[in-house]
């Protein structure tokens, strides 16, 4: 069940929920901006980003997903997944493959 402030949209035959408001206990707020300066002074960390590939001849969804899934394999500690483009690859005026680029990140144990 959506709540009020949620709104449904279809892409590609695939429901997804996009949130106009963002519930108060998800709010910054100076306590958590305090939280979040120590944490980060007590656990400093370098990170690398890389950018993937992945292809499916069924969706962008399962083409980012074969990207990170084939990154886990030889990269340790993956942190965040980016998106940054979505393309299609056509033959003969038809769609054969959808292709997403995906940033990922990772800790960096130089």
């Known amino acids: ?17 996009a949130i106009r408001a963002i519930p108060d206990s998800y709010k910054i707020n100076e306590e958590t901006k305090m939280a979040k300066k120590s944490a980060k002074a007590s656990a400093e960390a370098v990170y690398k980003i890389v950018e993937v590939i992945g292809s499916s001849p ?30 299609m690859k056509i033959d003969d005026g038809k769609v054969v493959a959808y292709r997403a680029r995906v940033s990922l990140s990772f800790k960096y144990q130089g």
């Open 58 to 87: 069924k969706s962008w969804e399962d083409a980012a997903r074969s990207a990170v899934e084939a990154a886990a394999k030889t990269l340790r500690d993956l942190r965040i997944a980016e998106i940054t483009k979505l393309d």
């Open 1 to 17: 069940m959506l709540a009020d402030s949620s709104v449904r949209i279809s892409c590609n035959g695939s429901m997804i929920e």
